[in-house]
């Protein structure tokens, strides 16, 4: 499984920014579609992941309420849409597939597949 996550930037505090996951060549059934991200000097975390048969979503703490994740499945992607952007949103962020059981969608060792790393950064 190949993904490219693209749509990365720098935008203002309080900004919002999409991110786009394009998800090709399923060499595996894929569960799920998550989204995690690195900031500097930090462990790569879990923002969120999202069912690729059924839709169901799960978020961190950290971003509940400010980011969503959705698919498109006629075009084989899946988005973050963040919002209300802090600086601690700051982080390179990762696009990955797993085909793993639901009780794996917030854990990172279970994903599979990943994409290059997208930068945003939030500035004042």
């Known amino acids: 499984v190949q993904l490219q996550a693209f749509g990365g930037g720098l935008v203002q505090i309080g900004g919002s920014l999409r991110l786009s996951c394009a998800v090709s060549?399923?060499?595996?059934?894929?569960?799920?579609v998550g989204w995690f991200r690195q900031a500097p000097g930090r462990e790569r975390e879990f923002v969120a992941t999202?069912?690729?048969?059924?839709?169901?979503?799960y978020y961190a703490d950290s971003v509940k309420g400010r980011f969503t994740i959705s698919k498109d499945r006629a075009k084989d992607t899946v988005y973050l849409q963040m919002n209300s952007l802090k600086p601690d949103d700051t982080a390179v962020y990762y696009c990955a597939a797993t085909s793993g059981p639901t009780c794996s969608y917030r854990d990172i060792n279970q994903f599979r597949s990943w994409g290059q790393g997208t930068l945003v950064t939030v500035s004042s």
């Open positions: 999202i069912g690729t048969p059924g839709g169901h979503t």
């Open positions: 060549r399923r060499s595996y059934s894929v569960n799920a």
